[in-house]
């Protein structure tokens, strides 16, 4: 019998680092701002919710980089998300709020690029909207910063341009769900485990980018990235 060819695990750029950080899930919190989820028609206090991206859509780039990334298939209404990353370091079930920044190896920006009009289709028909969110390259990230040199985050400016115009800024102060309220929530639905990822809701002012677009999320103490639609 033929062996299978064997596949390299997913893994991103640390920031400073030749090392880099292997991933074991994508977890993402829906609706974490109060504006964003107003601006998506909900009341903007409800209890969190998450779906998963696959790992093998992050697009991982590089310290400085300008990276070139594809223009995805099947939409004509692709939305920029920028959120903080919290990557796991130490698992865990049922971790306490107050114990879970135990639990953080480090912080990165991302991106949770998202098919809008598919996923819109979706939620008219009341079916799964994995479409919307979980294709190829979904979710650009740039390098993980350790908790160490950041110190743990739970204020600081988060911001995305695009063509140097500013569309979404916001403060990690003003998240619904902190971080470790974050981590305390998903541990209770899953079993934490090290190399697990998690994007933690975006501010408002999603919107439409096109190809030939360049877009820059930055966070305070994390710098950013950039990434040209092609």
């Excluded at 115009?165 to 470790?180: C, E, H, P, T």
């Excluded at 541990?187 to 934490?192: F, G, N, P, T």
Aim: aromatic share 8%.
């Amino acid at each position: 019998m033929q062996a299978l060819p064997r596949v390299e695990p997913v893994s991103i750029a640390i920031a400073g680092s030749p090392q880099r950080f292997a991933v074991h899930r994508v977890y993402c919190v829906g609706r974490n701002y109060a504006d964003h989820a107003k601006e998506m028609g909900a009341s903007g206090r409800e209890p969190p919710f998450f779906f998963f991206k696959p790992s093998d859509t992050l697009f991982s780039v590089a310290d400085g980089a300008t990276a070139e990334w594809p223009y995805p298939s099947l939409t004509q209404d692709l939305h920029h998300e920028v959120e903080l990353v919290v990557a796991i370091g130490r698992g865990g079930r049922d971790i306490p709020v107050e114990r879970a920044h135990e639990h953080i190896w480090g912080y990165a920006v991302g991106l949770d690029m998202t098919r809008r009009d598919l996923q819109s289709a979706m939620k008219k028909e009341s079916k799964p909207w994995c479409i919307g969110k979980g294709f190829d390259f979904g979710a650009p990230i740039g390098p993980l910063v350790p908790i160490e040199t950041s110190g743990e985050l739970t204020s600081g400016a988060i911001t995305l341009k695009v063509n140097d115009v500013v569309r979404q800024q916001g403060d990690l102060s003003d998240l619904i769900w902190s971080i470790n309220e974050v981590i305390a929530h998903v541990s209770k639905a899953w079993e934490l485990k090290p190399g697990d990822l998690i994007f933690t809701g975006t501010p408002a002012g999603v919107g439409a980018v096109g190809r030939g677009d360049v877009l820059v999320a930055e966070a305070a103490k994390l710098g950013g990235f950039s990434l040209k639609v092609v």
